[in-house]
């Protein structure tokens, strides 16, 4: 069993959590922010999801190979998370009132807005998954065995609930229908993303496996395309058939996700669904810090399954109600079996990775995890809510309303996920 001291917690604890608040402030209030700020419509949105999930996919397959070709996790996490900082600042001047000047109207300056806030959450996603996809999560595979990974997968799961926690709470201090609030809000953000990169010079060390690796990759293309080869198919067909199901579990979340806080404060009209979240979010936390334990003790069926219905459960209520006990309900077993589940399909993907390939397959991986939900997702959901209720702003302009639809679309995609697992339960007995 190997060892993990209290600098390699400490290091995932800090890089963990920081880089997950950046990821939720992209993948939650994004779209909030062109929203309020630009007025996107529900296709607009999932054009924006869609652009950063390709983003994401082509930098982690490139970055990911690099990182086992120069056998250096560290410096490409500690880099990348500098500029991914300054990535962020750079939203704190993408502003209406900046904009009118150069576009000649209001209308054409939310416009604008919306491209430019698209265009630069590739370029901010380049820069985070540099970091975080591929190095970040390639440094810990390294760090972790066949003896403790559910414990890893457990403990790194449980920072994206927490994250949300963190940011739903100092969100709270802010007032997100002015420009002044979301200023702030990117500073902050990005400055302590920043400060954290710098930090990891000194935290983070680099693991004896990472340059290993470096001695057995080949030319760097050939590192590249690696897990794309028909013959590492072939060896390792369990490992893809888990993440043909990961990205069905990632379609039915990515199918609400981007309209969720839409959706609790303008459909639901919970201006304080904050406050509803925040206990929710804490006691799915706590489960899913538990929860990777079962996949080591009772191994990859007996765990994922009941991950599965609790998120489906909270798909069905979430459907049929609307006030505040039974919608605090469903969204704590929502996001209960969204966690556990991403915690359960990342622990068996890191068993199921060949030693010493972990960053030639990070591509892969986040084509499961980020590409075909990124995309797929949020265009399901925007077909759901393509007639959906319009609502005229103060300035003339309307947007849409996102309504209980997402949440039956979800459901079906979760039915059809079920089918597959079975699918794999079959292949592994094999």
Not at 41 to 57: P, Y
Not at 109 to 117: E, M, N, R, T
Not at 240 to 263: D, E, H, K, R
Not at 372 to 382: D, E, S, Y
Request: aromatic share 14%; charged share 15%; with cysteine.
């Amino acid at each position: 069993m190997k060892k993990l001291g209290k600098k390699f917690w400490s290091a995932m604890l800090i890089f963990g959590l920081i880089g997950q608040i950046a990821w939720v402030v992209e993948n939650m209030y994004f779209n909030v922010f062109i929203y309020k700020m630009f007025h996107a419509t529900a296709s607009q949105i999932s054009l924006m999801v869609g652009a950063s999930s390709v983003a994401a996919t082509i930098t982690t397959i490139l970055i990911g190979a690099l990182s086992d070709k120069l056998g250096k996790r560290k410096m490409l996490i500690c880099f990348g998370y500098i500029i991914w900082g300054i990535s962020i600042v750079s939203f704190a001047f993408i502003r209406v009132d900046l904009l009118t000047p150069i576009a000649g109207s209001y209308v054409g300056a939310c416009s604008l807005g919306i491209s430019l806030v698209i265009i630069m959450d590739c370029v901010m996603t380049f820069f985070g998954s540099s970091a975080n996809d591929a190095a970040y999560n390639a440094w810990i595979t390294d760090c972790g065995d066949e003896t403790n990974r559910g414990k890893i997968e457990g403990f790194n799961s449980m920072m994206p609930l927490v994250s949300i926690l963190v940011v739903f709470g100092g969100f709270m201090g802010f007032d997100l229908d002015k420009t002044q609030s979301w200023t702030t809000i990117y500073l902050i953000i990005g400055g302590v993303v920043l400060l954290i990169g710098i930090l990891g010079f000194f935290l983070i060390e680099e693991s004896p496996q990472s340059a290993e690796v470096k001695n057995t990759c080949g030319p760097y293309w050939k590192t590249v395309l690696y897990s794309f080869s028909p013959s590492v198919l072939a060896k390792n067909k369990i490992l893809y058939i888990v993440l043909g199901c990961f990205a069905l579990f990632g379609i039915s979340i990515q199918t609400y996700m981007p309209y969720l806080i839409l959706y609790y404060e303008k459909s639901l009209l919970m201006t304080d669904y904050v406050l509803i979240m925040a206990p929710a979010i804490i006691i799915a936390a706590i489960i899913t810090a538990f929860y990777g334990r079962r996949y080591d003790a009772k191994g990859f069926q007996r765990s994922i399954l009941p991950s599965i219905t609790i998120l489906m459960l909270g798909y069905v209520i979430l459907f049929f109600t609307r006030e505040t006990v039974p919608v605090f309900i469903g969204s704590l077993f929502m996001m209960t079996g969204y966690m556990t589940g991403m915690a359960i399909f990342g622990a068996m993907i890191r068993d199921y990775i060949p030693a010493k390939k972990a960053g030639q397959f990070q591509g892969i991986r986040i084509i499961g995890q980020v590409l075909i939900p990124g995309i797929i997702g949020p265009a399901i959901g925007a077909f759901v809510l393509r007639d959906a209720e319009q609502i005229v702003n103060s300035d003339g302009t309307t947007s849409f309303l996102p309504n209980e639809g997402i949440w039956l679309a979800a459901f079906v995609t979760g039915l059809i996920l079920v089918i597959a697992l079975h699918g794999l339960f079959r292949a592994l007995k094999k």
